[in-house]
């Protein structure tokens, strides 16, 4: 039984399509990479499994029971973790403040071990020492690791990665590889959208490819960029892209 599972997942807004019978399955640990034009129902497809939109056909199902009933606060409680392409801090209060937050709301802890998963999120994400520091003062760089701290802070087994290396620098999207496959090894399963595709082929088993709601392409990350499809709807006829070639 495959922790997550989307099955035929549809979903339209008037004449536009952002899902097309998508099919996918993830496993403990596993790494997902999305690729894809803008426009191509990336964002959408993290919004139907975290349950802030639903989708007009299909099943999406987590640990084996149908998440369909549930709401966006309950998914987080029973393991779906997610971030988003901005960074949304509450700039006035602290860090540390941030991720306790979210351990308390987003995974109803209490007490000591509300704390306990604030501080361990920082010290995942490499936070510690800015713990009382105000959230509206952090760099795009700690704030991007901030974003990934709220959401290790709700104990997830699934994490949706919305473009958390855009806008970094080489150094830094190293730095943030690190941590992603730490969470893999702890048997956090990821599913990543990112334009920076250097950084997926370096970490994910699969790569995915969307356009127009409709997978284009699934499977080995190189040879879903290779592919003709992927080249034409993505890369604009490329053979190289950044870092692979």
């Known amino acids: 039984m495959s922790l997550l599972q989307l099955e035929g997942v549809s979903k339209r807004f008037g004449q ?42 299909g099943v999406i199902s987590f640990d084996g029971a149908d998440l369909g009933h549930l709401s966006a606060n309950r998914r987080a409680r029973a393991g779906i973790g997610r971030t988003y392409q901005v960074p949304r801090p509450f700039e006035h209060m602290t860090v540390f403040e941030n991720t306790l937050l979210a351990a308390q709301q987003g995974a109803k802890l ?23 520091r105000r959230a509206g003062s952090l760099t ?3 704030r991007k ?12 087994r699934v994490l949706l990665l919305d473009e958390i290396a855009g806008g970094l620098t080489d ?30 082929v370096s970490t994910v088993d ?14 080995e990350p190189k040879e879903v960029l290779a592919s003709e499809a992927v080249r034409s709807v993505y890369l604009g006829g490329k053979r190289i892209v950044e870092g692979v070639s």
């Open 171 to 200: 150094l830094e999207v190293n730095l943030l590889t690190e941590i992603i496959r730490d969470l893999r090894h702890d048997g956090i399963a990821v599913v990543w959208i990112e334009h920076v595709v250097r950084a997926l």
């Open 206 to 219: 699969r790569l995915l490819c969307l356009a127009g709601g409709v997978i284009v392409a699934d499977g």
């Open 16 to 57: 536009v399509v952002v899902g097309e019978g998508i099919t996918f399955q993830l496993d403990s640990g596993d790494a997902l990479g999305i690729v894809g034009p803008n426009g191509a129902g990336k964002t959408s497809l993290f919004s139907m499994i975290s349950g802030d939109i639903a989708p007009d056909s």
């Open 110 to 132: 209490r007490g000591q071990r509300s704390y306990d998963a604030a501080y361990g999120a920082l010290d995942r994400t490499g936070l510690g020492d800015f713990a009382n």
């Open 140 to 142: 795009l760089l700690h």
């Open 145 to 156: 690791r901030l974003e990934l701290g709220r959401a290790l802070a709700t104990s997830p």
